[in-house]
């Protein structure tokens, strides 16, 4: 078994963020998990400060795992199966079966996107199927989406879209949002259909979306806006509540109400972006660095 002061569970954007900030402070280390298990793995960032173009997210994970490592950190790419409290602080179990311990605990497992599950939706992912319109509105210009979930959160995709491309549907047999979200949505000139979606069609690229009715709509791109569902399940290991919204709440130093837990990125809420997950990892790993080392003011 290995003991660290820090260990950070999580190896995207913003556990390698807190590992960085954490080792940079003399505290030892530990970053888990696969990076291949990150929302960045297999996208591209356009919108984060300072990298122009489209960044390919596997690269800026490999970079900035590197990056930690040269700092100090060590990484295991391994899944946490669970976690425990122990008098010196936590114990890790690791998938592999190996352990390790740390006195301050950073949770950066993300979240992950509910799924669809219609045929075409996992052959055209990145192919016209997106879970994130923040993320990729600027692809559609001038072109026809269509935007599929019953929530507030597909409202305001559906709304956002009509800056961008040429015609919006809002697809789902069950909306479920406020009138005022559906009026917002609809004077801004998006087309409710109130039909069930039942597989996206198209050849190399998505062209259509298909209904329950038996129809069809010509679209380019298919936005999946059904929510996530956050890796918090181990929060509940160490007697930490996870938010009605399955969130992890944390204060300004990234701190829970479990002493010695911290958390950072998509699992503390929205907007799931690489820039916010970053800069709570910082914050999280320099609070957790200060907290095993007993420097927390
Ligand atoms: C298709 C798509 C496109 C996107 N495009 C953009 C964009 O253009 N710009 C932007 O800013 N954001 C974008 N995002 C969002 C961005 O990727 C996320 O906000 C960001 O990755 C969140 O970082 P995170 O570190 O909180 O979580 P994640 O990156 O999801 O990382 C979570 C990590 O935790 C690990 N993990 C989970 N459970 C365990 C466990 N039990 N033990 C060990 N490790 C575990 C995972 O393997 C992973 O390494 C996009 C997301 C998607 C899905």
Redesign the pocket.
């Known amino acids: 078994m290995k003991g660290f002061d820090v260990a950070v ?8 963020q807190a590992a960085i900030h954490s080792s940079r402070k003399k505290a030892s280390t530990v970053l ?9 793995s297999g ?6 400060f300072g990298i122009p173009g489209k960044a390919d ?1 596997d690269g800026l994970l490999r970079t900035g795992i590197a990056q930690a490592v040269s700092f100090g950190a060590v990484h295991i790419p ?4 669970s976690l425990s409290v122990t008098p010196e602080g936590f114990r890790a179990v690791l998938e592999g079966g190996g352990e390790v311990t740390a006195r301050a605990v950073i949770l ?4 992950s ?1 509910v799924k669809l599950g219609i045929p075409g939706e996992k052959e055209f992912f ?1 192919k016209g199927v ?3 319109a923040v ?2 509105c600027s692809f559609y210009k001038g072109l026809k989406v269509a935007v599929i979930g019953g929530e507030a959160e597909a409202a305001s995709s559906a709304e956002m879209m009509t800056r961008y491309a040429s015609e919006v549907f809002w697809v789902s047999d069950d909306i479920r949002a406020a009138d005022y979200a559906v009026g917002k949505a609809e004077a801004a000139g998006v087309r409710i259909i109130r039909l069930k979606p039942v597989s996206i069609g198209g050849g190399e690229r998505v062209d259509s979306l298909n209904l329950s009715d038996g129809s069809s709509l010509r679209v380019d791109g298919v936005f999946i806006e059904l929510g996530a569902r956050s ?1 918090a399940e ?1 929060a509940m290991d160490v007697d930490l509540m996870p938010e009605v919204d399955d969130t992890i709440a944390v204060d300004g130093s990234c701190a829970t109400t479990v002493p010695g837990v911290f958390a ?4 503390t809420g929205r907007p ?6 970053v800069g709570q ?1 910082a914050q999280a790993g320099l609070s957790a660095a200060d907290y095993a080392k007993g420097t927390a003011q």
């Open positions: 569970i999580g190896s995207g954007p913003s556990g390698i888990l998990g696969k990076p291949s298990g990150s929302a960045m996208t591209h960032v356009e919108n984060y997210g391994e899944s946490v199966t950066a497992t993300g979240v996107r990145g997106s879970y994130c993320c990729d890796a181990l950072c990125g998509d699992i799931w972006q690489v820039a916010r997950a990892g």
